[in-house]
C-alpha cells in the first residue's frame, strides 16, 4: 500500500498542503445545556469529511474530559477511526492524546487501530495536558505528568518498533510482548509531542520528533531559551527572489 506523506500542520488548524507547508483544521465538539453528549461527538466526522471535500490536509481532535460545555471528545482516537470512514482522502490526527492518563499498551492498540481503519491516515499528537481536573479525574498525581509521559511514549515506539520487547520502567511494564495490529505505516505513524513548557523542547529534540506548540500558551520568548543547548542555530534564510517584476521604481 502506498504511503501519504505526512503534512507538517501547526498546532489546532484543517488543512490544505502545499510545497512548503500543510494547512489544518483543529475541531471540538462541544454539547449545548439540556442536549444529549452525541449531539456533540456526532459534528466531528461531518467536519473532517467537509475538510475532506474542501481538500484540506488535516483534522485534529483534541482529548478533553469533564467539561460538557467545552467538549465531548474524550476518545479522539476512536472518532477518528468512525471519521475515517467518512472523509476518504484527508489525514486524521490528534491534537493531543494525553499519555500520562492511559496505559500505554492500550494506546499503542487503539492508535494502531485507528491507523488501520483509515487506510495509514493518522497522524499521532501526544502530550501531558496542563488541567488538573484530568488528572483528578483519573486518579493520577499530575505531579508524575512528565515522568508518565516520557515513559509512555518511550514504551510505544518500542511497541511499533519491535515485533516482540520487553520494558521495565518506574509506571509501565512488559515482558516478551507483541502489540496487534500493527500500524500500516512504518515503521509507525507519524508522532509528535505538545510542547508547551521550556523542558518539553529538549526532549522533542533529542527524539528527533516534531512538535505542537502555540505562543498562546508558551510565548517565543520562554521557548526560545530552551533550544541552544539543544540545537545549534539554524543559518540565516537567503533573501526570497519574487517571481514577479517588482513594481518599484
Request: net charge positive; charged share 20%; glycine share 6%.
Amino acid at each position: 500500500m502506498a504511503k501519504t506523506e505526512p503534512g507538517a500542520p501547526s498546532s489546532g488548524s484543517l488543512g490544505r498542503r502545499t510545497s512548503a507547508c500543510a494547512s489544518a483544521s483543529s475541531i471540538s465538539s462541544r454539547a449545548p445545556p439540556d442536549t444529549p453528549s452525541a449531539s456533540g461527538t456526532g459534528t466531528s466526522w461531518p467536519r473532517s469529511r467537509l475538510g475532506d471535500a474542501l481538500g484540506l490536509d488535516t483534522a485534529w481532535l483534541g482529548e478533553l474530559h469533564f467539561s460538557r460545555p467545552f467538549s465531548t471528545l474524550a476518545d479522539p482516537l476512536m472518532v477518528l477511526a468512525a471519521a475515517a470512514q467518512r472523509a476518504r482522502r484527508i489525514r486524521l490526527g490528534t491534537a493531543v492524546t494525553l499519555l500520562p492518563l492511559h496505559n500505554p499498551v492500550k494506546t499503542a492498540e487503539q492508535a494502531a487501530t485507528a491507523d488501520l481503519l483509515s487506510d495509514g491516515r493518522l497522524e499521532l499528537g501526544v502530550g501531558r495536558g496542563t488541567a488538573p481536573i484530568h488528572y483528578a479525574g483519573y486518579d493520577i498525581p499530575q505531579e508524575e505528568s512528565r515522568a508518565r509521559f516520557e515513559e509512555a511514549l518511550d514504551f510505544i515506539l518500542e511497541a511499533w518498533t519491535h515485533e516482540t520487547f520487553s520494558y521495565e520502567g518506574k509506571y509501565y511494564h512488559a515482558r516478551d510482548l507483541t502489540i496487534v495490529p500493527r500500524p500500516v505505516q512504518v515503521p509507525h505513524p507519524p508522532v509528535r509531542i505538545a510542547a508547551n513548557s521550556p523542558d518539553t523542547f529538549p526532549l522533542a529534540a533529542r527524539a528527533s520528533l516534531p512538535i505542537f506548540a502555540t505562543p498562546l500558551i508558551n510565548p517565543r520568548r520562554s521557548s526560545g531559551k530552551a533550544w541552544p543547548d539543544t540545537a545549534p542555530p539554524c543559518p540565516p534564510a537567503p533573501a526570497p527572489t519574487p517571481p514577479w517584476p517588482s513594481r518599484c521604481t
